[in-house]
């Protein structure tokens, strides 16, 4: 995994031990971060995820919630999209503003399927899945979806006011 950076441009793969690096960033605005189908590697984003939320002034349960709702969507992406082969690209763009932090993951898997994006639709207390995106529905303000050369464009939003 790369640490954050403030280009849009992919970067090539570094070893995992630059990802402390990902804390050192002061309030960036935007940042770009190439991940692959690896839940190691979205177990090591998480505490820096919940560093960039903090920095973008959000409370401590807030900084939870987006970024326990960013790694499900990570995690689906895995799971979901590419069927749990190791090593395919995730991109993660985050970008803040004075209103929100908007989160968009890219990958190059199977199309989401429409049922997925419809909050109304929980998962049932016995099932083996399907609170993931329960969660992302409920501790994000906006969802949106969509699928654009062959790629998955998941953007998840969280307002600051």
């Known amino acids: 995994m790369n640490p954050p950076t403030s280009t849009q441009t992919p970067t090539p793969p570094e070893p995992a031990a630059a990802a402390p690096q990902a804390a050192a960033l002061a309030h960036p605005d ?19 995820l919940l560093d960039l939320c903090a920095q973008a002034g959000l409370d401590a ?18 799971e979901h999209a590419y069927g749990g082969e190791p090593g395919l690209p995730i991109d993660l763009e985050w970008t803040r503003s004075d209103e929100a932090v908007a989160v968009a993951i890219h990958d190059e898997g199977q199309a ?3 049922r997925a994006l419809d909050p109304a639709t929980p998962a049932s207390a016995d099932a083996d899945g399907g ?15 969509r699928r654009t050369d062959n790629r998955n464009v998941l953007t998840l939003t969280y307002y600051l006011t």
């Open 30 to 48: 935007r940042l770009h971060l190439r991940l692959h189908s690896d839940p190691a590697e979205v177990a090591e984003l998480q505490p820096h």
């Open 61 to 78: 349960m807030a900084a939870f919630k987006l970024t326990t709702a960013i790694v499900e969507a990570l995690n689906n992406c895995i």
């Open 131 to 145: 609170r993931g995106w329960q969660i992302i529905h409920e501790w994000t303000h906006a969802v949106s979806y």
């Open 112 to 114: 989401l399927p429409a």
